[in-house]
């Protein structure tokens, strides 16, 4: 039971993650369409978002040791 609440917590936050990068991203190609001089501002921006919303993964990597080790 424990490998599967691991593979569940893993495969959330993954797919989470997948749409938020994915949003992200699109929202700022679309920025860039619509401000081509803001393009160095917006890509710094999404390059910061994009890495906070890839703690989320780690962090369910980290949850699921922690559930399937029972720690």
Same mark, same amino acid.
């Given at each position: 039971m424990e490998f599967l609440a691991a593979a569940i917590a893993i495969g959330l936050s993954a797919f989470g993650?997948?749409?938020?990068?994915?949003m992200i991203?699109?929202?700022?190609? $679309?920025?860039?369409?619509?401000?081509? $001089?803001?393009?160095?501002?917006?890509?710094?921006?999404?390059?910061?978002g994009v890495g906070i919303v890839e703690v989320v993964p780690i962090i369910g990597v980290v949850l699921a040791f922690l559930i399937f080790f029972g720690a």
């Open positions: 993650a997948g749409i938020g990068n994915g991203v699109s929202k700022t190609v $679309e920025s860039i369409a619509r401000q081509p $001089e803001q393009k160095g501002t917006l890509q710094t921006t999404m390059f910061i």
